[in-house]
């Protein structure tokens, strides 16, 4: 189960209880959460390394401290917490943002998709050579038996990796797995011409 080191950066002690209880409960993994004071978010180094989420007031935490955290933790996910209608181009500056009147599921939602999206890119550096050589197969239009036969194992070990692909990176057309592979530098336009 991924778990998610959360710090909450809010001067009220409602807002950081009930974020709390309102995470736990709508989250499906496990987090743990951590206070920290609006002043001190001007030093990054006072947020823990393994930090994978800051929650923050926007009236607590300045565009210069906002500026110092993305510089200093750039996997760090900021989330903007929200109270009333704020200008679009300050909004823009964090990855998220969830009102202090979302439901559960709306913050669950926002809060698993950002998280979504490091899961994909991780699942794909897992891919093995043999699964990066049978998506070349695939983007060049050939068959399971023709690829099969030029990596010489057996039409169901191509299949079978191909499952795996499809589950590592989500992706279930040619079409998608042809994206992929010039994306990921897999393959050059040239060699799919061939």
Known sequence: MRHIN???????????????????????????????????LEAADTLPANADLLICDPVAVSRTALSLLRSACPKLKIVLLYHTALPQDYVREYDAAISIYDSEATIEQTVTSLFASRKSSDSASELTQREKEIIIGVVKGLSNKEIAANINVSVNTVMTHR???????QIHSAAGLTVYALMSNLITLDQLSE
């Open 163 to 169: 499952r795996n692909i499809a589950a590592k990176l």
């Open 6 to 40: 959360i710090i909450l950066c809010t001067p009220s002690p409602i807002e950081f209880n009930g974020l709390c209880t309102v995470l736990r409960n709508a989250l499906r993994m496990s987090v743990s959460f951590r206070a920290v004071e609006p002043a001190t």
